[in-house]
């Protein structure tokens, strides 16, 4: 519908400022996942299947990002998004000492 296609933008602008946060220094994956899940029940016919912060190498959940990591300072946040019957899956990488 019109109204999801309009709310179908919260996705990617969640994972933006989760990148801008690590740039400003967050390092905790659950306040990031955390702040990601918050900006996308903004949306009203969100209905959030994930939000996830891993290793961009190995995919496994992390709980601090750190520069010195086995995948060099890189993450990945991923999330999935129901609008309606459509699901929305998208991902950013993070970066820490950028």
Known sequence: SPEER??????????????AAVRGGERSALELAQAIRRQLETAPLAQVQYTDIVDADTLQPVETLVQ??????????????????????????????E
């Not at 933008?9 to 933006?16: F, N």
């Not at 010195?68 to 300072?73: K, V």
Request: glycine share 12%.
């Open 6 to 19: 309009a709310q179908a933008v919260v996705p990617s602008q969640a994972l933006r400022q989760a990148a």
């Open 68 to 97: 010195d990591g086995s995948s060099g300072g890189r993450y990945l946040a991923a999330v999935a998004v129901y609008f309606g019957a459509t699901r929305l899956i998208d991902n950013t990488t993070l970066v820490v000492g």
